[in-house]
Nanobody, 121 residues
């Protein structure tokens, strides 16, 4: 079984930064693509970013491109999301997931429990 645990969420003012982490255990982390998704109240879960299992390829949603950076450390079985210049519309619960290198949530088999990010204006 694969276990994913997010951390690093919190309350930040607009323009601020946060770094999310996702610790993975239970299976070989390095051979799976990883992704970040988010879900705001009353909205569907949406794709934020994904990174290939080698870490040599990444994609971003247009809404976060240029502000967010995804990375991974396969030696530490950890995924990261550096979020800069945060906006109130970035407020959501952020989830990490392990699976295929796609935009679709249905292609990710394993999910964390989520971490809340709140950006005040």
């Amino acid at each position: 079984q694969v276990r994913l645990v997010e951390s690093g969420g919190g309350l930040v003012q607009a323009g601020g930064s946060l770094r999310l982490s996702c610790a993975v255990s239970g299976r070989t982390f390095s051979v799976q693509a990883m992704g970040w998704f988010r879900q705001a109240p009353g909205k569907e879960r949406e794709f934020v970013s994904a990174i290939s299992w080698r870490g040599d390829s990444s994609v971003y949603a247009d809404s976060v491109k240029g502000r967010f950076t995804i990375s991974r450390d396969n030696a530490k079985d950890t995924l990261y999301l550096q979020m800069n210049n945060l906006k109130p519309e970035d407020t959501a619960v952020y989830y990490c997931a392990a699976g295929l290198y796609t935009y679709s949530p249905s292609s990710y088999r394993y999910w964390g429990q989520g971490t809340q990010v709140t950006v005040s204006s």
